[in-house]
């Protein structure tokens, strides 16, 4: 059947009923089938997941992914990962060309500089940062022209993909989802993305979506925003239907699940349970919000500012008068010279520049004061707040900016992310099949651990480099070669940790029985755990 966006070949309806072709689930899996849930966290999180999958690729392990779920950084990672995958390029040739593109690419520097070019036709009048960040993603040495119709159907990567990302209608989880499951869908219950319609999503504005996090971006609006290629647009909004009118905001994965592990649980609620493998760089931090120093009081109130105001559009006013009376006297006298244009034309225009924005900042002003009567019901707020000097005035605009931004970007997110990883541990499914690889992890003691298995106690230099990773800020570029070595260096290590403390307390210290397919994998970890170290 022809997609009826492009022409480009999609599946028949029957082969929707199939499971797409994929690794199959290893028997002798010493794990049994695994859940990768790859967090958000820019590229922190795209370093880290990069050593935790080459820990899992070194060991053997990567055969028996079956599921991956994937958020903001996470999606750069997985986005570029399963691509290369479907291309037939093991680890170690992607590994090399991912860290080449990181270590080269500024993405917001990037997006800054493409800026202007985001702007496309009338539906795309206004300028986004985010589409040109998606301008970046596709750029031919990265995702190029990929769509997501070819993780729907390509081979070689595990069964169920999910990039998440999180859409602001109804403020739920949107999902860019490839599965077996005849009844999955992409998008959410609300909003469902036609199968033709998925499939020609360019990939590039997958990744953007899924990494567009609040206050960084504005959201990217689908499908308006996305690229489908000509007259693709009009086609996708006819078979979406008007849901998708006005067209819907989506924005980071992260604001509804920073882990991605409920797309992971949705995906593993048939059947077999699977281990979860959580790669999560979430940072600790001492304090999620720290109130800014007061500043001193000043002595020029708004009231004094509104007359300073009004005395400079007078004399503005008087100047461009004086300066139009002197200019026309000049020319009646004949003595007009190209000086004079640097003496009336270009001070004339000064002063009106300056008149004109003192009247804009006056008009702004009355239409704020009128949706506050209107809105808050407040008749005199310019009486209630004119005595106020301008660094209290900045200082109120501060604390309500700071303190909102840590209030989505810190409190939410972590009392999201408590929720959705309670909810697994309260999962009977999911005991002794977790195993959460945290950025922070090896350097947080675990005296009984240890004493029950010395081995396992990091070293004094590993615990360094994690204490190095977990101060990295939330960034979309690298400063140095060195932040992404110890990324990926503390990446690997940890996942180690985690699968032999989950072996160690599954099957005990020795991991097994000897000849066992568990033995063999924490005899291949144990070699692994041991260099990290050295």
Known sequence: MASILSGRPLMTDSAVLEAPAAFPADPDAPLGPLSLSLSGGGYRAAGFHLGVVGLLDDVGLTRNVTSVSTVSGGTIFGAAWLVKKMDGAGFAEFREWFRGWMLETNVVRDALAGLAASQGGASRARASLIRSAARVYAAPGFLGDRRFGEVMEGSGIPAEVVFNATEFRSGVAFRFRRSANPHAYVGNGTFVVPREVAAQVRLADVVAASSCFPGGFEPICFPDEF??????????????????????????????????????????????????????????????????????????????????????????????????????????????????????????????????????????????????????????????????????????????????????????????????????YADERYVQRRAPVLLYQLDEPEPALYHRVPWLRPSANLVAQVRCVDTMSTTLWFDTRDQLDTLERVGGATAAYALLKLIVERDGPEGGAPGTPVRALFDRLRARWDAYNV
């Not at 882990?259 to 493998?277: F, I, M, P, W, Y």
């Open 227 to 424: 690229e489908w290629g000509p007259g693709g647009l009009e086609r996708a909004r006819a078979a979406l239907g008007d849901k998708f009118v006005p067209a819907l905001p989506l924005m980071d994965g992260g604001v509804y699940d920073n882990q991605g592990v409920g797309s992971s649980v949705l995906a593993n609620r048939h059947g077999e349970a699977a281990t979860l493998l959580i790669s999560d760089t979430n940072t600790r931090q001492e304090a999620l919000y720290t109130t800014p120093d007061a500043p001193r009081r000043g002595w020029l109130t708004l009231n004094g500012a509104a007359w300073v105001g009004r005395i400079l559009f007078a004399l503005a006013v008087a100047s461009i008068v004086a300066l139009g009376v002197h200019a026309w006297r000049e020319l009646e006298h004949g003595g007009w010279q190209w000086q004079d244009i640097l003496i009336y034309i270009v001070p004339g225009a000064f002063c009106l520049a300056g008149a004109a924005a003192l009247t804009t900042v006056r008009r702004v002003s009355l239409d704020v004061g009128a949706r506050l009567r209107e809105r808050v019901q407040i008749a005199r707020a310019w009486n209630d707040v004119r005595r106020l000097t301008i660094p209290e005035v900045v200082s109120l605009v501060e604390l309500r900016a700071t303190s909102l931004l840590s209030l989505t970007s810190n409190v939410f997110m972590k009392r999201v992310r408590e929720l959705v990883l309670g909810s697994v």
